[in-house]
Structures are given as structure tokens and as C-alpha cells.
């Protein structure tokens, strides 16, 4: 070990309560941070790398604990140090940041309070209290948030969720950490804020000469930020060397099949998909404006969701709608589902008007358009079994159970899952297999229309290809015309016949996928594209030609 | 299955669960155990316990004690558990009406529901008992009746925040009907703290008709501890047992019930429960 190194995993295994699906959560993982460096772990769901980063500050769940191996922190091995030592590591020389900053945040207290708390208990003897807020407003005013004084004084449900990240980070960096250990901190954030917070902490991590250890399951993230990588899986170590090593040069198939994942990795083969004719779908002039009561003296709060806008669907078409979170992207698609009703406007569907519909006639429509939700995991009862789930559509327009559910188990084989599935509950599955249940769910009624609302944001990068691939597929199959809702423009491309891009509530540009990746107009649209993650390394389908070209 | 499995292993539900047994078994055998009429006189006046054929002592008419709590138990237990279907029948249906459609319905249910919660409970079922007549079915409507609000401002919140799920929301894209939404849906998502507040409800059912029959209003055909304590608070002093035992029963009885509404909510409230 040299005086470089900041900490030093040797050959740790976290031992599983019995029953569990394996016995070590991760077996035999060494790894190393130094001074003054990034390492980025990388894996997917279930491959142990949180794991890893809760071991070090012993914050494991109940019946799991480290077997075996050593843990050095600055020489000293913290793997069987007492709770008072941990304790006062915690928050102090080694800190965290997890990903959701919401959940993460204590929903009732003012977040300058929560920043001192971390500083007091820290700091003996006691500061005055002007000293820590002192400190309080430098370290807001350090990560880069407007108005210190005023944002102290905030909760956590005032803050969007790029500014609770960064009150995270605020929090983390109060004691001045040696090491920062940050899990997933931008999987939760829409890609410009991801785009944000990476360089906030790089930069800090610059000035500080910290170490960070950083999981992230995106190697489009590892390409920015990281100055070495650690592939994990299964609860081992794949591989590990330096950024460049593994990037260009990967040795292990594991690693070579998540960096193929990487959306815009692929070079993009688009064939013409002779989308022609009429509109099949027709929105006009769609207006929604939400107004939320603040209170009996307050005046209620009005937020202009979706402005005046229009969107043609052909058939067979895939329309992806690209906008950060509060762009109005969701509600645009919820407005065409009619899960929410507009204020003005209207929406022509086989040139029938989809929102004069009441009752009957519209439950009728309904089968013509279904939705895939954002989050696989709230978007199934979990106390239904998944062929009930797959065969109520169906049988709720009359067709017999028996053969709803030989459908139902036609399609779940279809989306590349076990016949058997359709008598288990969600529960049993994988986010990325949740999702192919909703898929074939939606598709069991056989719609022209599928919207599919941010359908493979919450999935690990690899299982998004997988999904995406799926959906490419079944477009084909069932001619399908698709409005694909997401925030990152690499997932647009890799699907998309035409973008259109929204910004608060209204539409700033359209066009076809390959002209706004190559010619963006908007100021707007050209930082969306700054913001893809790993843009250097993995360019998208516009920017690989122009790479080649001046080659 | 695995919610039975905790229970099994809740120690204060499973010793509520057993003295709630025992006294189901009792209301059960009490036509054996005590074949005659409690209101018959079998022996002396003022009997203390342990006296002759009379475990638990006589009552100022001569009656026999334990005969009166075995058969009383069968009142108790029928009128807290039937007070409490009629209450949850009219507490989930307003409370699924009105949190499942909102706006206008919610407004009007609601304030439905705050004219009862605004009336005190026990005074309203007075007044019912008393115009209606002191029968059984009486009673039993009138519990049901001044029972139901807290039921349905549970069931409400569940709806409201089960509602905007998106599986729920998901069902309603699939076709599925407004009726098969609310019952096939939500509902078995939101059945939990019901059922939890439901068992909390019999244990104050059986309070209220013992108040009741303390006053003189339950049913004069029926024995119940209420009336035994009633008939016996003037002659305390003399004989205790003719008004402690009847309430050591709902003393018991309410606990045992209380403990197993505990443990069915420690179960059923997967946080609770996955501690474990």
C-alpha cells in the first residue's frame, strides 16, 4: 500500500441471510480508491456494487455482514472497527450520497438545518451558531445554488430534484470528507441536471484532491467522469483498470456487452420505414394548466403543463417526445390516453374525436390506444397474478378467459419471458422483466397506438437495450404506431422516426431523428444533446459520421 | 399464507387470539353448560362465589352469574360482530364512493360523514334505542349506525391515494369497468387497515351494547354483562361479584380483541411485518 492510496477493499465477501438466491452478496472484491482520483464501479442491478459502498461505512441491511476480507481506510482497517470509530467516520472523513435525494432528505425539516446538523455532530466542541451558518450558506453557495440564505430555509418538497441532489452533495462535503462515496447519484435526474451534478462533483472532487467512488450502471457516465473503472457482477470483479483500458480496449465479454448496451453506442442503420399518409392520431391545440391551492391566504399556484400543442401520429410511426422532468411531456401523453382531461383542444383518432367520448363509446376507444408507465414496479398490482394482469384487457371487451389467458401466455413467451410466468406474482420479477410484462399487458389488446411514458428510464442501461430492442421488434409485428416519451436523447434515437422536443410545456423543435442529432436549431435541443452522458466516447448517430468524415 | 405465518408468531395476537377462543367457546357451549334459562332463579339471593352449584355467586333475584356471563357472552360476541359488518358496509361504500370519484360525490359524502362524526356517538344511539325500541336488531343498527365515519374516512384515503397508481390507472386503459376497478383493484390493495380497524371496531361495538344495557336499553328478552352490571351497581357494596365478574368478561374480552386488531396490524403492514 502506498501513501497514496485512500482505501483499500482486499478479498471482501458480505455473507447473505440463508434463503437468499446466492450466499455472498459479493465474494472475494478487491478494489482500491486513491487520493485525489474517480473510480467508477460498474454493474447492473443485483451485481453487488451498492453492496460493496454500504460495507464500507457498515451500513448493511440486517443479517448481512462482512465474512471475511479487510477494509483499510488510511491504513487503518475499518472492517472491524467499533461502532463509535464508524460513527464518527460517517459524515465525517468518509461521506455519502445516495440516489434518491427525496427519499434521502428529511421530508419535515428545513434543509440549512439539515446541513448544520452534519456539521455539529461533527464538531467538538459545539461551533456557535453563527459559525455554522456561516458555513451552512458557503456550502450551498458550493455547489453551485443561487440564493444560499433563502434556499437554506426551504424543505426538501421545494426543491427540484437536480437542487435536493446537489443539498446532498452540500451536506456530504461539510466536514470536509477524504473519501465520497456516491451511489447512483444521478440515476434519478433527468440527463442535463445528470449533466450538472457530474461536473459538480468532479470539479469539487478537483479542488478538494478527494476520492470518490461512484456506481453508476451507465458506462456513458463512466466515459465522463471516471479516471478508473471497476466492472462488477454477480458479486464479483469482472474487470478493473483505467478508464482508457476498459473503454477501448475491454477484455472480459461481460464488460464488452455493457458498453455495446450504451444507447447511441450502436451506429445508427436506419432503413426508411415508408411512414406515410394521413395522421392516425391527430392532437390540436392541447392546453392543460394545473392549479394547485397553496393554502387559505395564499393565491393557488398555476403551472401551464402542456401549451398549445399539436402532434400528428402516423400509422406505424414512432414519435419520441424528449423534454426534461416538468417539460409536459408526461402530461401530453396522459391528455392522449384521457387519463387526464385537457382545458382546450382537441385529439382525432381515426378521425373520430377522441375527447367528446363518454362512457361506453370511450371505453371502446381505449382499446385502440394502451400506455407502458414509467416505473415497472408501481405500474403492477402486486396482488394479481401477472396472467390475470396480461388477460383482464381482453376479457374485459368479451373475449372468453380461456383463451385470453393462452393469449396472455403466447405474448409473455413473445416478450422473452417463460410461459409459466402467467401464475406467478410481480413480486418474483426483475424491473426489466416487469417492464416486458406491461408490455405485453398493453399489447394483449391489440392497439394502433402504444404510448410508452418513459418505459425504459428506470431500467439498468443493458436491460434498456434489451427493451428497446423488444419494442423495435413488436412495432414491426403488430404495426404499431408509437409515442415514446422519455429524457434522453440517446434512447430517442436509437427508436425514433421523428423527436420533437418540449421545453415548459410547448414544443421548441421537430423534426426527423436524424436532422436534430445532425442539425439542431434550438439552442434548447443542442444543450439536450451536450447533456448525453459519455458524448465524447460514445457519440451519438449524428456526431459518429462527422468523427469518421474528418477522419 | 405468509401473513398467517407472522401472526402465528405475534405473541400478544396469538394471546388475544386464544382468550378470544375461549370466550367464543364458551358463548358456543353455554346452552350446555348452563341449560336453564339465566333468568331463572336456581338458588338463594346473594349467594357469594363458590357457593353451592353457584361458582360465581347469585344475583339479588337468585340467578346464577356464570349462567348470565356464558350466555351474555353470546349477545356481546353476536351484536359486536354484526354492529361492525353493518358499519363497514356503510363506511366502505361511502368511503370507496366517495374517494374514488372525488370532487362533487367526495364534497357531499364527506360532509355526510362529518354530520355524524359531529353528533356524539353514544348519545345518538341512545336516542335510536329509545325510539326505535329496545330490541336486538335495534341495537345492532343503532352501533352500525354512529360507528361507520372512522371507517369511511380510512377507506377514503386509501382510495384517494391507491387511485392515482398507475396499475390502477393502468386497469382503466385496459377497459376494465369502474365497478370492476373499484372492487377487482383497489379494494384488495386497500383491505388491510379495514380489516384492521374493523376488529377495533367489534371490541367498541361490545362497549357501546354493554353501555346501552346498563341504562336499560338492551334487548329485556336477552341476558348481556351491560344489563348484569346495570341491575347490580345498587347493591356493589354488599355483593361485588354480581358486577365484577361481568365486567372482568368485557374486560377480556375488548383486550383479547384489541390484542388480535394489533397483531393483524403489525402483520398485515408489510413494514412492520418484514422486520421479522
Known amino acids: ?551 | 399464507m405468509s401473513t398467517l405465518k407472522s401472526f402465528l408468531r405475534h405473541p400478544t395476537g396469538m394471546i388475544g387470539l386464544f382468550v378470544l377462543l375461549a370466550v367464543v367457546i364458551l358463548a358456543v357451549s353455554a346452552p350446555w353448560l348452563f341449560p336453564d334459562d339465566p333468568w331463572d332463579m336456581v338458588g338463594a339471593p346473594f349467594q357469594p362465589p363458590l357457593s353451592e352449584g353457584l361458582w360465581l355467586g347469585s344475583d339479588m333475584l337468585g340467578r346464577d352469574v356464570a349462567a348470565g356471563i356464558a350466555h351474555g357472552a353470546r349477545i356481546s360476541l353476536i351484536i359486536g360482530v354484526i354492529s361492525t359488518l353493518t358499519s363497514l358496509i356503510i363506511g366502505v361504500t361511502i368511503g370507496a364512493t366517495a374517494g374514488y370519484f372525488g370532487g362533487k360525490v367526495d364534497e357531499v359524502m364527506m360532509r355526510i360523514t362529518e354530520l355524524f362524526q359531529t353528533i356524539p356517538g353514544f348519545i345518538l344511539a341512545i336516542l335510536l334505542v329509545a325510539t326505535l325500541g329496545p330490541k336486538i336488531s335495534n341495537v345492532i343498527f343503532a352501533i352500525g349506525i354512529v360507528s361507520w365515519p372512522p371507517l369511511a374516512r380510512l377507506t377514503r384515503a386509501e382510495f384517494m391515494r391507491l387511485r392515482g397508481r398507475e396499475f390502477v390507472q393502468a386497469a382503466v386503459c385496459q377497459g376494465q369497468r369502474p365497478l370492476t376497478v373499484v372492487l377487482r383493484r383497489i379494494l384488495p390493495n386497500a383491505i388491510s387497515p379495514i380489516i384492521v380497524t374493523g376488529s377495533l371496531a367489534v371490541a367498541s361495538a361490545i362497549l357501546i351494547e354493554s353501555a346501552l344495557s346498563f341504562m336499560g336499553l338492551g334487548d329485556p328478552n336477552l341476558m348481556s354483562w351491560g344489563f348484569m352490571i346495570g341491575a347490580a351497581r345498587t347493591v356493589i357494596r354488599q355483593a361485588w361479584w354480581m358486577s365484577v365478574f361481568p365486567g372482568l368478561a368485557i374486560l377480556l374480552t375488548v383486550l383479547a380483541i384489541n390484542l388480535v386488531g394489533e397483531g393483524l396490524n403489525d402483520t398485515l403492514n408489510p413494514r412492520i411485518s418484514r422486520k421479522r
Do not use: W
Not at chain 1, 163 to 169: A, E
Not at chain 1, 219 to 224: I, L, P, Q, S
Not at chain 1, 437 to 464: G, H, N, T
Not at chain 1, 523 to 548: H, K, N, S, V, W
Open chain 1, 1 to 551: 500500500m502506498t501513501d497514496k492510496t485512500l482505501l483499500a477493499i482486499e478479498n471482501v465477501s458480505i455473507s447473505l441471510p440463508p434463503g437468499a438466491d446466492r450466499p455472498f452478496a459479493i465474494e472475494g472484491v478487491s478494489l482500491t480508491v486513491n487520493r485525489n482520483e474517480i473510480v467508477c464501479l460498474v454493474g447492473e442491478s443485483g451485481s453487488g456494487k451498492s453492496m460493496t459502498a454500504h460495507a464500507i461505512l457498515r451500513l448493511l441491511p440486517d443479517r448481512t455482514g462482512v465474512a471475511q476480507g479487510s477494509i483499510s481506510f488510511n491504513g487503518n482497517d475499518i472492517a472491524k472497527a467499533d461502532e463509535p470509530t464508524m460513527r464518527k467516520l460517517r459524515g465525517g472523513a468518509i461521506s455519502m450520497i445516495f440516489q434518491e435525494p427525496l427519499s434521502a432528505l428529511n421530508p419535515l425539516a428545513r434543509v440549512g438545518q439539515q446541513i448544520a446538523e452534519s456539521i455539529i455532530t461533527h464538531t467538538k466542541p459545539a461551533p456557535s451558531r453563527e459559525a455554522v451558518d456561516a458555513r451552512v450558506q458557503e456550502l450551498i453557495r458550493g455547489v453551485g445554488l443561487p440564493d444560499p440564505v433563502a434556499l437554506a430555509r426551504s424543505f426538501p418538497f421545494q426543491l427540484s430534484g437536480g437542487q435536493r441532489q446537489r443539498i446532498m452533495i452540500a451536506m456530504a462535503m461539510a466536514n470536509n470528507p477524504a473519501l465520497l462515496l456516491a451511489d447512483e447519484p444521478t440515476t434519478a435526474l433527468d440527463v442535463t441536471t445528470q449533466k450538472q451534478i457530474l461536473a459538480l462533483v468532479k470539479k469539487l472532487q478537483a479542488e478538494r484532491g478527494m476520492g470518490v467512488l461512484l456506481i453508476t450502471h451507465d458506462f456513458g457516465v463512466v466515459a465522463d467522469v471516471a479516471d478508473r473503472v471497476v466492472v462488477m457482477r454477480n458479486g464479483r470483479v469482472v474487470e478493473q483498470g483505467t478508464v482508457d483500458e476498459v473503454l477501448r480496449n475491454p477484455k472480459d465479454d461481460y464488460t464488452k456487452s455493457l458498453i455495446a448496451a450504451v444507447p447511441g453506442a450502436r451506429s445508427l442503420t436506419r432503413t426508411d420505414r415508408k411512414i406515410t399518409g394521413e395522421p392516425l392520431l391527430d392532437a390540436v391545440g392541447l392546453n392543460k394548466t394545473f392549479i394547485t391551492k397553496q393554502g387559505m391566504f395564499l393565491p393557488p399556484r398555476r403551472t401551464d403543463a402542456v401549451q398549445n400543442i399539436s402532434l400528428g401520429l402516423k400509422a406505424r410511426e414512432t414519435v419520441a417526445i424528449v423534454g426534461e422532468s416538468g417539460s409536459g411531456k408526461s402530461t401530453l401523453g396522459r391528455l392522449i390516453m384521457r387519463l387526464i382531461e385537457p382545458d382546450t383542444g382537441s385529439v382525432h383518432f381515426g378521425g373520430k374525436d377522441l375527447l367528446s367520448q363518454r362512457g361506453e363509446r370511450l371505453r371502446q376507444m381505449r382499446r385502440k390506444i394502451q400506455i407502458v408507465f414509467q416505473d415497472p414496479f408501481a405500474a403492477l398490482d402486486p396482488r394479481q397474478k401477472v396472467g390475470d394482469a396480461i388477460a383482464g384487457g381482453p376479457i374485459a371487451y368479451g373475449t372468453p378467459a380461456k383463451e385470453a389467458m393462452a393469449d396472455a401466455k403466447r405474448l409473455l413467451a413473445r416478450v422473452g419471458l417463460q410461459e409459466s410466468a402467467a401464475s406467478r406474482y410481480p413480486h418474483e420479477f426483475s424491473g426489466g422483466q416487469r417492464q416486458r410484462i406491461c408490455i405485453a399487458r398493453a399489447l394483449a389488446l391489440k392497439p394502433s397506438v402504444l404510448v410508452a411514458d418513459e418505459a425504459v428510464s428506470a431500467l439498468d442501461v443493458s436491460v434498456q437495450a434489451q427493451v428497446l430492442q423488444l419494442l423495435a421488434e413488436l412495432r414491426e409485428e403488430m404495426n404499431l404506431a408509437m409515442i415514446f416519451i422519455t429524457h434522453d436523447l440517446r434512447v430517442a434515437a436509437e427508436i425514433a422516426d421523428r423527436i420533437v422536443v418540449m421545453r415548459r410545456g410547448e414544443i421548441v423543435e421537430q423534426g426527423e431523428t436524424q436532422m436534430i442529432f445532425q442539425n439542431p436549431s434550438d439552442a434548447y435541443t443542442r444543450a439536450l444533446l451536450d447533456a448525453i452522458p459519455g458524448r465524447a466516447m460514445f457519440a451519438g448517430p449524428g456526431a459518429r459520421q462527422a468523427e469518421a468524415a474528418s477522419a
